[in-house]
């Protein structure tokens, strides 16, 4: 029984040759085709039977053969793919490199203990001796970092990203360079 592919679904469906020339329902999508005459009917059974079996019902270019994915549409679909994700991560790089450049951190740890050395001169010994016994029971450490220090750790994330999106936007333009060399090639 001769096979053709369905427009719609692409899948193979089997008509008998008495169909020839009338619509038939598709199986696998349920949408009419028209079966073509007795003779494109078996030019496309004949068509179909002598490709490899594991291509069969795959549509075919112009010179007869399969359609190959590694074809020069599709290295110019990833060249464009590549681009487009080099230019987003272009973009993105250079939104957090501003960001970086924007912040200026308030101050350092240096700064931070001259300014309270410069507070403990000019305190009462007694607000020193306070201060002594709550380091004694509650322990030196602080549950969150001084403003300064999360600044600068905000400004550091911004550089990773940055420094992540060139790393991004580089990888994906040798990738879209490399699409070119081997379309080249072939």
Not at 8 to 21: D, F, N
Not at 94 to 103: E, G, H, K, S, T
Not at 160 to 165: A, E, S
């Amino acid at each position: 029984m001769p096979a053709l592919p369905c427009p719609h679904c692409g899948k193979l469906i089997e008509v008998a040759a008495s169909r020839a020339g009338a619509e038939a329902e598709c199986p696998h999508c349920q949408l009419a085709i028209t079966v073509p005459k007795l003779g494109e009917l078996r030019r496309i059974d004949a068509e179909l039977s002598s490709q490899p079996s594991g291509t069969r019902g795959l549509p075919t270019s112009a010179a007869g053969g399969v359609a190959n994915p590694g074809t020069a549409a599709g290295r110019r679909f990833l060249f464009v793919a590549f681009v487009a994700v080099a230019a987003i991560s272009a973009a993105l790089a250079a939104f957090c490199l501003l960001r970086y450049w924007a912040i200026t951190v308030p101050g350092t740890t240096e700064s931070h203990v001259q300014m309270i050395e410069a507070a403990y001169v000019e305190s009462p010994a007694a607000d020193l001796v306070g201060e002594w016994e709550e380091i004694e029971s509650y322990g030196a450490d602080i549950a969150n970092p001084y403003p300064y220090q999360a600044v600068a750790a905000e400004k550091s994330a911004w550089l990773r990203k940055g420094l992540l999106g060139v790393a991004g936007m580089l990888v994906a333009s040798l990738l879209a360079g490399f699409t070119v060399l081997t379309g080249r090639r072939s």
